[in-house]
């Protein structure tokens, strides 16, 4: 990626905040038009990208596979190849456009090198209201304090823009599409603009349409997980609200499972059955692997957005994240 803006401030913020996202472009930084042209003449430029001035001033006859040109008036016509992309914006959005961009052209980007392992922690239970997602959060928040973490949630309604308080564009069903039919970098690129952060996690926001849920295969999440390595994660946290078909696999190759229950006769039953059908399972054995959380009352509960680290919820999860103390 060339990036060329006028002033250096802004140029060096850019790039800093791009590299710290590791999306994969290997960035340089342009102040002079001059210099851009000579880089081009011997370099092949994926993405540039620019203002709407300097874009006149010369980035305008730089060859690339895609220029993306920040304006005050992004619905202006543009040339091919040239996308514009509102100012007027934070920079995570900003990127966030990027990037979507790039992966619906399919632009070639960096292979990040695989992480040495990759960490799944599980929360799946067969019974509801058992703060499954918020203990859920609290691990991967508490993970994050350590390695980069991603949160998937795999729930038909998991309310993210209303506990979140922000709308989504892309979830977890666009991810999805890109990895069956697109490339390895396009899917990347798409991660890399789906993704949202809070508190520390990066997460994906959950499928807006119920049903798109029902599509996605075991093999398909493990794809995911393996694209998910690739870009740097060492820890996902995953929560399992219904338990689709070939669940059991993703527990196999899950480091720890946690499910939460309830003390009464009914979460009992439930997990009784579950069990029963876990044990007729000849080539996979977990029920040795499944740690029962009965969470105790809270009298301080966070919302899944807070930061749930030093909270009741939080020192209750990092008990079992990495023991007392």
């Given at each position: ?31 002079k ?42 619905d ?13 914006q ?9 990037l ?36 859920a ?47 390895h ?58 338990l ?24 009992a ?57």
């Open positions: 990626m060339a990036i060329y803006f006028a002033e250096m401030d802004y140029l060096e913020s850019f790039m800093n905040y791009i590299s710290e996202k590791n999306t994969g472009f290997v960035c340089c930084g342009f102040t038009s001059d210099s851009l042209k000579e880089y081009a003449k011997e370099n092949h430029i994926a993405v540039l990208l620019t203002d709407s001035v300097c874009f006149e001033k010369g980035a305008r006859h730089i060859n690339s596979e895609m220029t993306v040109v920040l304006t005050e008036r992004p202006t016509e543009n040339p091919p190849g040239v996308y514009t992309v509102n100012i007027l934070p920079v995570d959005e900003i990127l966030r456009e990027i979507k961009t790039a992966a619906r052209l399919d632009i070639t980007v960096a292979q990040s090198v695989l992480s040495s392992s990759l960490n799944i922690y599980s929360f799946f239970s067969p019974v509801g209201r058992c703060l499954k997602t918020s203990l959060v609290a691990a991967a928040q508490l993970l994050s304090d350590r390695d980069r973490t991603i949160y998937i949630n795999l729930e038909p309604d998991s309310g993210f823009s209303v506990l979140f308080g922000r709308e989504y564009d892309t979830d977890l069903s666009d991810l999805m599409f890109y990895l069956r039919d697109g490339s970098d396009s899917a990347s690129l798409m991660l890399q603009s789906a993704v949202c952060d809070s508190q520390g996690i990066s997460y994906i926001p959950s499928v807006m349409n119920p049903g798109d849920l029902f599509q996605i295969s075991c093999d398909e999440l493990i794809r995911l997980f393996d694209l998910l390595q690739s870009n740097g994660y060492k820890n996902i946290v995953l929560d399992l609200g219904i689709l078909p070939g669940f059991e696999r993703l527990l196999a190759i899950s480091e720890k499972i946690f499910m939460p229950v309830l003390n009464d006769s009914v979460s039953a439930k997990t009784s059955q579950l069990f029963s059908y876990l044990r007729t399972l000849e080539d996979i054995r977990i029920e040795d692997r499944i740690r029962n959380l009965e969470p105790p009352f809270f009298k301080d509960l966070p919302g899944i957005a807070g930061n749930m680290r030093h909270t009741e919820i939080g020192r209750y999860m990092a008990g079992f994240l990495y023991g007392p103390g």
